[in-house]
């Protein structure tokens, strides 16, 4: 299955790569380079620290170059009036009596903790394409679903949190 990605997403991925490969990657060979030579390699914990640093960092390389050459690319614009990528919108659920505010993004930007919803989700798949004002079932399976009303739609961007998750 493919991630869907937009051109962004897919520009903030090789700009981490680039970084990874271009200034980390330097840095942590050095720190390798600096812990082997304090000594007995099988007793050092940096040495061992450092090697595993140096290896996550390479695996996240593999993993991003992955994600870019297997995304389905989807655009990130719709009509000034309806739900769609990267939107704030402003939802009422109706069994809780509460508003809450969510972004809309794609799945590897998804963050529930943080008010990103993933177009993927229940809520995100529902939201898509409805206008302010329009009632919204948002079905979680097959024996659940509840009802919201959309009550705001922000088409502004918003960068503090336009960062791909990763480790």
């Known amino acids: 299955m493919f991630d869907k990605l937009t051109r962004s997403d897919i520009q903030k991925m090789e700009e981490e790569i680039e970084y990874r ?9 050095e720190d390798v380079k600096t812990a082997r030579a304090h000594g007995d390699l099988s007793e050092n914990f940096e040495y061992h620290a450092a090697k595993k ?35 704030r919108v402003e939802v009422y659920f109706e069994e809780e009596g ?26 995100g798949k529902a939201l898509l394409g409805h206008k302010v004002g329009d009632h919204v079932e948002v079905r979680v399976n097959t024996d659940y679903s509840y009802f919201v009303t959309i009550k705001n739609i922000d088409n502004t961007t918003d960068d503090s949190s336009d960062k791909i998750r990763g480790y």
């Open 21 to 29: 490969k271009v200034e980390l990657r330097k840095q942590l060979l």
């Open 53 to 87: 640093e140096k290896n996550k960092n390479e695996s996240r390389i593999r993993y991003l170059e992955r994600m870019i050459r297997t995304a389905q690319i989807i655009e990130d614009t719709s009509q000034e009036n309806e739900v769609g990528m990267n939107n």
């Open 98 to 123: 509460i508003t809450e505010s969510y972004r809309i993004v794609t799945t590897v930007r998804g963050d529930s903790l943080n008010s990103l919803i993933s177009i993927e989700s229940p809520l």
